[in-house]
């Protein structure tokens, strides 16, 4: 299995992403500039977190033009894993491949630590290795990561089982303690939390390797063999 | 070609909560002024757009609005438009 880390200027999780992938999986990872714009070779592509063009004007909004998110825009329509984390959820949301936006924490302040997310979702191709309603341990760092969409768009995300992660009580102010969700295929996933961070017993929690492991099991399963 | 000076402001939805807004709100109470209410805080921008008329110039600032500086998904906007005056310089 092939992994695609992209990298934006600004982001500063994309080494930890490479290494969770690495560490769990044993795949091969490319560090993959913003400028490609042909990501067809990759059956999984990782948006990191960080401050992508400075977060200038709204989070993921410069980044969601950059010349790679085209080759994302088409890896997920032809049903690639794509994973966002972070900044990488909030490029997502701007680049309209998944609902809603990310606002400033209703604190205003900067959270970073722990935190225990509950697993609402344990069959997309993301969270398989999971249980349901089983309560995990993934830090969090953001300023900007209150989830918020329309009601429609909750009740829609909320019905068809799109919300994969919850945060257990008050994290940033998201409405229904929305941490990720997935797209309508269930490819797409975008997420606040790091389970990057989560990889080894030193990192304070291992729980984030099953992302990992339930993407490499997801395309074990799908058997896809890349004609590049 | 003409110029026109473009003031364009950016604001969460009515809906949506502003803490940033909230939190200077309470501020002003704190500081003894009374009758300060619905605080609300957003982006100011000012572009120098070029276009052959002033039509021209509204749908070139609608699209750029519409697509870059603001979210639908929590934001609203408004903008003025002006022609330049002769000296300005770009």
Redesign the interface.
Known sequence: MKWAVVVFPGSNCDEDAAGAVRRVTGDEVDMVWHTTRDLSEYDAIILPGGFSYGDY??SG?IAR?SPVMEGVKEAAEQGTLVLGICNGFQVL??AGLL???L??????QFTCGMVELRVENANLPFTSAYQEGEIIRVPVAHGEGRY???EPVLDELAMHNRIAFTYQGEVN?SVRNIAGIANDTANVLGLMPHPERAVVEWMDSVDGRRVFESMAAYHAKRGVVHAG | MKFYEVEVKVW?KK???D??GN?VEHALTGLGYEGVDKVRIGKYMQLLVEATDEAAAHDKVKSICDK??H?P??ETYSYTLAEAAAEVSV
């Open positions: 004007l709204r909004a033009f949301t701007e609902p809603g936006g606002l400033g924490n209703h604190h205003l918020y969409a329309d102010g | 969460l809906s949506v909560f803490p940033q939190a870059v500086l979210n998904v929590m």
